[in-house]
């Protein structure tokens, strides 16, 4: 089985610009939640996609939107780049059975933003 | 608001000696918890969790957690590390269905030879 595959590693934007993320979900998977990671800190949670609806969402700016496609992959798209946005995108991407719930998380190994 | 607070961000330890890597959460609700581990370069990896049940949880390479809810404290364990446990550990929370992770600082583990 494949793991959760994210592109670019690694990319570099000035500010006001827009990027795209994308992310592959693990075989079988159905649920896809995207983080992002400041040098130094934990994780902060964006938002999750479930069966391609956002399945809720956390304290970020509607700059930050997302997609998810019937194959269960997802796309991350941030608007008018700012300096704060440079940080490590972490998608994962779970198995709910049945609706939402607690489910495993599997991560990629990011995509590095950074804004000049 | 829930927030989780691993109080090291650094903890060296010698090599084959124990180590706890401390998390403390604050909600007034039932929570789940959840310990990953980041090795350098690499994406976050589930190490264990608390759903429900036995409070001494184990996981995977060694490591076991504590869930003690009068204390809202979710401890991480390993009675001998190894050079290959060179990690950054991150605890989080959940308290809903729709699996929102609250997630601590991180520490990061260092094993002196």
């Known amino acids: 089985e494949t793991g959760v595959t994210q592109s670019p590693t690694h990319l570099i934007k000035t500010r006001g610009q827009q990027v795209t993320l994308r992310c592959s979900s693990q075989s079988g998977h159905n649920t896809v939640s995207w983080y992002q990671q400041a040098l130094g800190q934990g994780p902060q949670f964006i938002f999750q996609?479930?069966?391609?609806?956002?399945?809720g969402r956390g304290n970020f700016p509607p700059r930050f939107s997302g997609l998810q496609f019937p194959n269960y992959s997802s796309e991350l798209n941030v608007n008018a780049l700012e300096l704060d946005d440079s940080a490590l995108y972490l998608c994962?991407?779970?198995?709910?059975?049945?609706?939402?719930?607690?489910?495993?998380?599997?991560f990629g190994e990011g995509s590095r933003l950074t804004v000049l | 608001a829930q927030s989780v607070t691993q109080l090291d961000s650094q903890v060296p330890v010698f090599e084959e000696a124990p180590v706890e890597l401390r998390c403390n959460y604050s909600s007034s609700v039932s929570v789940y918890l959840f310990w990953y581990v980041q090795y350098p370069n690499q994406g976050l990896q589930l190490l264990l969790k608390?759903?429900?049940?036995s409070t001494l949880v184990k996981g995977i390479n060694g490591f076991e957690a504590e869930f003690n809810k009068s204390q809202t404290s979710f401890h991480l364990r390993k009675p001998s590390v190894h050079i290959s446990d060179t990690a950054e550990y991150f605890c989080a929370v959940t308290w809903d269905s729709n699996y929102q992770l609250i997630w601590g600082a991180g520490t990061k583990l260092i094993i002196k030879p």
């Open positions: 996609y479930y069966r391609e609806e956002e399945n």
């Open positions: 608390y759903l429900s049940g």
């Open positions: 994962a991407s779970s198995l709910i059975a049945g609706g939402p719930g607690i489910g495993e998380l599997f």
